[in-house]
Each structure stands twice: as structure tokens, then as C-alpha cells.
Nanobody
Framework: QVQLVESGGGLVQPGGSLRLSCAAS????????MGWYRQLPGKQRETVAVITRSGNTNYSDSVKGRFTISRDNAKNTVSLQMNSLKSEDTAVYYC?????????????WGQGTQVTVSS
């Protein structure tokens, strides 16, 4: 079972940037899609961005134009560049994989990385 470790979160002012990284303990090259998700206390986890094996990307409307997802199959990592951060981006961020045609996560969830946007 692949384990996922997210990092790169922190406290940033509105308008600032952060780059999140997700390191997988095994190969992600065959995984159809990798995604970043976020969760606020008491709320359901939501999808932020997804990147397929071929490099196609999809973003939630709330982050489109501000966030960029990328994956490096050789290094088994997935990254999320977050620019123009807003207070509503504050959440715990997680990464995980998806199979083709499915929205459920493949792997057990990691601990996530906390992103706090505040002045």
C-alpha cells in the first residue's frame, strides 16, 4: 500500500503563495489521476485539483487561475503551486490517487498539511 506524505503548508498572508508537495512511498506512474483535496473542520473533503497520467488537469472553480497542479512520475511526487491565496483557502490539504471513471480515493489518507491564510 502506497503511503502519502504531504508537506509545504504554513501560515501566509492573503495574496501570498505556497507550494505543497506530496511524496508517495511507491510508484504513482500507473495511477490514472492524482489529486489535491482540502478539508475544513466539520466539513467534507473537497477536490481542489486533479492531474491525469497524461498531464490533463482539472480545477475547482474556486481555485482556477490561482492554483497549478503538477506531477513527477519519476520522483513519485505531486505538487500544488498556490498563488493569490485567500482566507477561504485555509484548510488541511491532502493528496491521493483516483482510478479512471471514479472519484473515490485509492490510498489511505495521509496526515495532510495545514494551510492558513491570515493577516
Amino acid at each position: 500500500q502506497v503511503q502519502l506524505v504531504e508537506s509545504g503548508g504554513g501560515l501566509v498572508q492573503p495574496g501570498g503563495s505556497l507550494r505543497l508537495s506530496c511524496a508517495a512511498s511507491g510508484s504513482i506512474g500507473s495511477i490514472y489521476a492524482m489529486g489535491w483535496y482540502r478539508q475544513l473542520p466539520g466539513k467534507q473533503r473537497e477536490t481542489v485539483a486533479v492531474i491525469t497520467r497524461s498531464g490533463n488537469t482539472n480545477y475547482s472553480d474556486s481555485v482556477k487561475g490561482r492554483f497549478t497542479i503538477s506531477r513527477d512520475n519519476a520522483k513519485n511526487t505531486v505538487s500544488l503551486q498556490m498563488n493569490s491565496l485567500k482566507s477561504e483557502d485555509t484548510a488541511v490539504y491532502y493528496c491521493n490517487g483516483r482510478r479512471f471513471g471514479e472519484t473515490s480515493a485509492i490510498f489511505s489518507w495521509g496526515q495532510g498539511t495545514q494551510v492558513t491564510v491570515s493577516s
